[in-house]
């Protein structure tokens, strides 16, 4: 909607600002309708996200090769030590001892140092080994591991450095000599999975030649692969090195450091001993000596032990492994992350320390390699918080050890926690991650901190489904999977809460919690009445995910007694509560006949029935949903359950005119799950109705000729543009010219008899008639038509819906199939698609059954199955059409079904042309099973299965979607502020600018009618509608008016004088729109149309130049229009005797302030609808024998006025009983009111106007009219405006007369302007604006003006 600038700035709106306020507070406070999510969404669950964070192949190391070749004493030739120069060896100067003793001391510490990480795997020590002995080694290390990953550590420091060739150095048996050992040997010995630590010099050559080599295995693996006949295919194949790991001290050019300050061996002491080097190389920075009393020595004798983290050498160790571990994962890219940290215990150990051995090696000029490589994270800002942990506890060390002190606690994972909290409240989602996600996780583990780390988890996990991707990629899945074991009460709420929003990004975890007997921590949760409800509402989603489609699941959770459980808060006040409760009971009976039994046993369904009647629709539709699933396909029949089937489906018919489309797919579901249960009682009830069909002729209201109807023909150029609609599904795309000619040889032409055909849209409407006039792509996919099906519906009695319930159990099947009928002709496509394929299918299955032997000529076809395509093709034929042509689309549907014999047309006829876009109206997603087409009984072998195939055709595209798109609450933030509630909200920015507007129209307009209108005759608008305007709206503070033909709405701009938008209702060909309502018209506007069916749609996105028209909603808003006056169009030649006209067609009126809908028409009762609950909640008899032709209701007094065909105009209280509410009854008019109106004020009038142009004002106290005036006779269209009391009269002589209260003739308009003077036309309808001095006039010429006050008045 484009900003009216010109009108927020013009002069004659400088009125105080104190009214504004005032103004403005009556908008904030009306409620919205249809704007809730199931009005906005599509309604289906969201993408799943491809999870990666599940290790499809966790590994361990399971055997360890320390080669050592040391050689001690003797050093080696290129290296020339410093004096004094770095000794150590794990811990130990090998000059202490005999060479012998130190070498095998060295390498039992070694082990030592490896088993703190890795304490169940094989280790094998090789100490100055020679080929030979690390060959052996290697090979049966290999052998014993499998699968699995081994490592090989070589420590290099008494032989030569590695090779630029690839080698390195072990000795000759006698130590006389240094023989080199090739890496690619190793390779071929040690294969993959392996992971290889060199700490030596120039290690970085090792890494080098690995990777070369291992691409050189790679080529000749591909040459062998491509040509097996080449030498290289002959011998046996080297393994593949993809999956090698390597870490290396240094650089290929650089030599290990030689600080005699410093072990020889620092990188294996940075990798097996992290927390003994750390603290010595702390003490030896400058910065060291700020904590006084420190030294070498005291270091030695820190208490605890690593793996204690109450005590100071644990803590250490734990915030350690947090520190490395959040720096890794914030700095890896994620895949790296999980491959290293993540997999094997082993290997997330060394590569932890190895960025420690980064940044200590990095100080000595030492650049540790790593393959797969790292970035560098030896300046990450993490490492000052590692320094603070160090320095906060060493300086605690003289008083602990001299005087016996407490140890204080490191404040690092609170602090940590406090930074994840900052972070939290300034979260934004396009900001880089938390960095401290890998610490919360580390924090779950100390019960200190756990609540509150839990806290903030939550509350991260709520920022949407990216968050809980994240959390799962850290690894968080086993931490809160344990947690389920703890019995601690204030985890609960934490815990469910996570939990909840894990599985509703990735359910795949109920496998999981089901094995650890996670499910019995929800159940217990659930049952735990001192929970909140928001709580128990996690529960059962968690619940309803672990018995979703997962029998182990169901098991557990029926031996928990989930069921009692569930069916004990069905009814709590806590809407979706009764809703997760209802889906999860709907869950477990799925294909789970033991859970169904023990429903019966609890009267189940009984206790549901309660739920049909929710004032939340999706609670009724979880009620249907688990309702449907109960009767669903189970395996055995009894007479018991059969009678249990019955009377669920009679409690399930009831909701046939429920007012929300989503309750009323789930009833198709639901009633479809009966149908493949009872298919043959189905199919026989199915053949019943088509021979019915066919020997009842009922004269179809789209057959009855326009004869009397003065609409000229329309030239072709006039034909309009529709724009094409998107209801979700498909409403279908509308027509354009190009396929409108395309569509006329397919056209059935019978309507139009005179030689000239007229157009209007509706008749190329696909929403009805769509099979069966203009045939559709896949046309022979359905056997009944929508109008057949609409025929039937009528054959089979129109009130015999009233009296459904309570009918004898014989006739269920029939009750049943009366449903599917009516749900197939349902204002809301994706309803009556829905419908419309599961009566095809019973029918498909009916006729085939019918002739198993026959072959299908088309002959036969033609008789058996009335509207199967050839016979509409003969009927066709008779006008002088082509008939339409089967499918030529290459879907797979037609392509790979084979068709029954006989049933192609002739290829000589012209390939049929998909009209309208190319979309076929029903047929869509119309999957289908080749059992489907089995010739019968006779082809004996598939015999035994044909039901099966039949089964999963209806099944499997049987469902809505809407428990997946529940589940979605749970995916999206919850703690969030809406965005409508966010003051600086864009969202919140638009509203106060239209709430502003409005006011600013009110003001303004107010000001114009109070100073008195005295012509209103000044032509501000003129254009020639697309249609025959037949209703007529403006919208309250837009510049935008909508004009209804037939079956179509058109929108201009009377300001600027063009067309808006132009689309089509979907209203089958012989109904009509007969009223219209603007709903929100003070926000978000929606359109409401009424047709004289009875249905009532609801569209959005109109006149918007982005998007197409969308349905919100539609639903039948009166069941049973009298079928007498439908469908026959309104003559505009007036015979004063209104009864024979078309009747009223339906009336609405419309209530911002409550939301509320009257409804009424030809029928005999006002029926209510609450538009928040989309229920009908009063039926008001109106207690006359003719239509209602107009209302008009005022909330403050809880009144409705309503004019009748009779003359008699009638007022109802709605707040007292249906018999009581008739509380006055005017009988002064002596023909057919055309107009009724309350005033709202509180002494407001009733004002009502006869088709003879008499219009009496009637004062609720007074028994008789206090006021009569006259206007014009032959009344075709009346009008009151509501501030400034002026009554303007249309008539058939072709003359719009406007009178003001005193009944004087202020206007009499009877030509255009401008159009050398042109005479109006007879007029079809007209308007005035809510506020402004504006009329809007439709003719039956086509054209659609608007009047206003003169010019000096705006």
């Not at 061996?265 to 030896?284: G, H, Y």
């Not at 502003?996 to 501000?1020: E, F, K």
Request: with cysteine.
């Amino acid at each position: 909607m484009r900003m009216d600038s010109d009108l927020l700035h013009s002069p004659a709106l400088g009125v105080g600002g104190g009214e504004e306020e005032e103004s403005d507070m009556t908008d904030w406070n009306l409620p919205l309708t249809f704007m809730k999510k199931r009005h906005s969404e599509k309604i289906e669950g969201s993408k799943a996200l491809a999870q990666s964070w599940r290790m499809k192949d966790r590994m361990k190391t399971v055997s360890v090769a320390l080669v050592l070749c040391l050689n001690v004493g003797v050093d080696p030739p290129d290296v020339v030590k410093t004096s004094p120069c770095a000794r150590l060896e794990c811990w130990i100067d090998p000059l202490s001892m005999s060479p012998q003793k130190a070498l095998e001391s060295i390498g039992a510490n070694l082990q030592k140092q490896y088993e703190n990480w890795q304490p169940r795997a094989r280790y094998k020590q090789s100490l100055d080994p020679t080929v030979d002995e690390v060959k052996k080694l290697c090979t049966s290390l290999r052998r014993n591991a499998k699968e699995e990953r081994v490592l090989f550590h070589y420590n290099g420091h008494g032989v030569p450095r590695p090779t630029v060739n690839g080698e390195i150095w072990v000795f000759n048996k006698n130590y006389t000599q240094y023989i080199p050992l090739s890496v690619y040997d190793l390779q071929t010995w040690m294969g993959s999975p392996s992971i290889f630590v060199y700490d030596c010099s120039n290690a970085g050559i090792i890494v080098k030649s690995f990777k070369q080599f291992a691409l050189q295995r790679e080529q000749e693996l591909e040459v062998a692969a491509i040509n097996p006949n080449h030498p290289l295919a002959q011998v046996p194949l080297p393994p593949s090195m993809k999956n090698c790991i390597q870490l290396a001290a240094c650089d290929a050019s650089e030599l290990l450091p030689m600080n005699s300050d410093l072990p020889a061996d620092l990188f294996t002491s940075c990798l097996t001993t992290p927390i003994k080097i750390a603290l010595r190389w702390f003490c030896m920075q400058k910065s060291a000596k700020l904590v006084p009393g420190v030294t070498l020595d005291l270091i030695e004798k820190i208490p605890g032990r690593l793996n204690d983290r109450r005590t100071p050498l644990g803590e250490l160790n734990w915030i350690f492994t947090a520190i490395t571990d959040t720096i890794a994962w914030n700095v890896l890219p994620r895949d790296l992350f999980q491959k290293l940290f993540r997999q094997d215990l082993l290997v997330a150990s060394l590569f932890r320390n190895f960025l420690l051995a980064e940044r200590i090696m990095r100080s000595y000029n030492c650049t540790p390699v790593s393959s797969p490589r790292l970035p560098p994270t030896y300046m990450h800002a993490m490492w000052q918080a590692w320094d603070l942990a160090v320095d906060i506890c060493l300086s605690q060390l003289p008083t602990i050890i001299e005087e016996g002190t407490a140890f204080k606690h490191s404040p690092f994972f609170a602090e940590q926690l406090t930074a994840f909290q900052v972070w939290l409240t300034m979260g934004v989602e396009n900001r880089n991650p938390p960095e401290q996600l890998p610490i919360v996780l580390q924090v779950l583990l100390s019960q200190v901190h756990r609540l509150r780390a839990l806290d903030l988890l939550g509350r991260f996990l709520d920022l949407g489904p990216w968050a809980v991707s994240l959390a799962l990629s850290v690894g968080i899945f086993p931490y809160v999977l344990k947690l389920l074991q703890s019995s601690a009460r204030e985890l609960r709420p934490l815990l469910v809460f996570i939990w909840a929003k894990i599985l509703a990004v990735d359910s795949s975890c109920q496998a999981d919690l089901v094995k650890d007997n996670g499910h019995k921590y929800f159940l217990s949760v659930l049952a735990d009445p001192y929970m909140p409800a928001e709580h128990r509402t996690m529960a059962a989603f968690i619940l309803a995910v672990i018995v979703n489609s997962y029998n182990t699941g169901q098991e557990a959770c029926l031996q928990g007694n989930l069921i009692a459980i569930c069916l004990e808060q069905l009814n709590d006040p806590h809407p979706l509560l009764r809703q997760w409760v209802a889906i999860c009971l709907g869950r477990i009976w799925q294909n789970f006949d033991s859970a169904r039994w023990c429903g019966v046993r609890d009267s189940a369904h009984e206790k549901l029935y309660s739920l049909l009647s929710d004032p939340i629709p999706e609670v009724r539709c979880a009620a249907v949903f688990a309702l449907g699933s109960f009767v669903g396909n189970s395996a055995e029949r009894t007479d018991h359950s059969t009678t249990i089937d019955h009377n669920v489906a009679m409690m399930l018919a009831q909701l046939l005119n429920d007012g929300s489309p989503v309750v009323r797919k789930e009833l198709v579901v639901a009633l479809s799950h009966l149908v493949v249960q009872y298919e043959s009682n189905f199919c026989t009830v199915a053949l019943q109705f088509m021979e019915e069909e066919r020997n009842y002729a009922v004269p179809s209201p789209a057959s009855t000729t326009e004869a009397g109807n003065l609409t000229p023909v329309r030239d072709s150029p006039a034909i309009p543009r529709l724009r094409s609609v998107s209801s979700y599904g498909n409403i279908r795309a509308a027509t354009t010219v190009r396929n409108l000619n395309k569509s006329l040889q397919n056209l059935n032409l019978s309507e139009e008899v005179g030689g000239s055909v007229t157009f209007s849209p509706g008749n190329l409407s696909t929403s009805s008639s769509a099979s069966s006039t203009l045939g559709s792509p896949d046309n022979d996919e359905y056997i009944l038509s929508f109008e057949t099906i609409d025929k039937m519906r009528r054959v089979s009695s129109y009130s015999s819906l009233n009296s459904l319930i309570g009918v004898s159990f014989n006739s269920v099947y029939t009750q049943i199939w009366r449903v599917l009928l009516h749900l197939a002709a349902d204002p809301y496509p994706e309803v009556y698609d829905l419908a419309m394929k599961v009566l095809n299918s019973i029918a498909y299955k009916a006729t085939m059954n019918a002739r198993p032997q026959r072959i299908l000529d088309s002959g036969s076809l033609t008789q058996s199955a009335p509207a199967s395509p050839t016979s509409k093709g003969t009927h066709i034929h008779q006008v002088g059409g082509s008939p339409p042509m089967p499918s030529t689309s290459s879907s797979s549907l037609t392509n790979e079904v084979p068709k029954p014999a006989g049933r192609e047309l002739p290829s000589s006829r012209p390939p049929y042309t998909p009209t309208l876009g190319g979309q076929a109206p029903h047929s869509h997603q119309f999957t289908r099973t080749r059992k489907m087409f089995d010739k019968g009984p006779d082809q004996g072998a598939d015999d035994g299965d044909e039901g099966v195939g039949h089964r999963n055709f209806i099944t499997a595209a049987m469902q809505t979607g809407l428990c997946d798109w529940s589940a979605k609450y749970f995916a999206q933030p919850v703690m969030k502020i809406p965005e409508e509630h966010d003051v600086e909200s864009h969202v919140r920015k638009e509203r106060e600018w239209r709430f502003l507007r409005n006011a600013l129209v009110r003001r303004h307009s107010q000001s114009i009618t109070q100073r008195g209108i005295t012509r209103l005759d000044d032509q501000i608008f003129i254009n020639r509608n697309p249609g025959v305007p037949s209703v007529v709206k403006f919208h309250p503070f837009n510049p935008c008016i909508a004009v209804a033909d037939k079956d179509s709405i058109c929108f201009w701009d009377w300001e600027k004088g063009e067309k808006l938008d132009y689309f089509y209702n979907g209203n089958p060909r012989y109904t009509r729109i007969t009223a219209m309502e603007y709903l929100n018209g003070h926000d978000c506007s929606l359109l409401l149309t009424a047709t004289d069916d009875g249905a009532l749609r609801v569209w959005k996105n109109f006149a918007d130049l982005e998007r197409n028209p969308e349905m919100v909603t539609a639903w039948q808003g009166l069941s049973d229009m009298l079928p007498t006056t439908r469908g026959l169009p309104r003559r505009v030649s007036i015979h004063l005797d209104r009864s024979k006209q078309g009747g009223a067609g339906m009336v609405v009126d419309w209530e911002q302030e409550t939301g509320l809908l009257m409804t009424s028409g030809d029928v005999r009762v006002i029926r209510i609808w609450d538009t928040d609950r989309e229920m009908k909640i009063q039926d008001i008899p109106t207690g006359a024998d003719s239509c209602v032709t107009s209302l008009s209701c005022d909330c403050q007094r809880s009144l409705i006025a309503a004019g009748l065909g009779d003359g008699s105009v009638r007022v109802y209280d709605r707040r007292m009983g249906p018999n009581e509410s008739r509380v006055v009854t005017y009988r002064e008019h002596s023909a057919w009111v055309v107009k009724v109106h309350l005033q709202k004020q509180t002494e407001g009038n009733i004002i009502s106007v006869s088709v003879n142009g008499d219009v009496r004002f009637f004062e609720l106290r007074m028994p008789d009219s206090v006021n009569v005036m006259q206007t014009v006779k032959g009344l075709t269209a009346l009008d009151i405006h509501p501030q400034a009391n002026l009554i303007a009269c249309g008539s058939m002589n072709q003359f719009i007369a406007v009178y003001n209260s005193s009944g004087d003739v202020i206007s009499n308009i009877k030509y255009y302007d401008g159009f050398m003077g042109q005479r109006i036309g007879a007029i079809s309808c007209l308007a005035f604006h809510p506020y402004w001095p504006h009329l809007a006039v439709g003719s039956n010429d086509y054209y659609m003006s608007i009047y206003s006050a003169e010019k000096r008045m705006r």
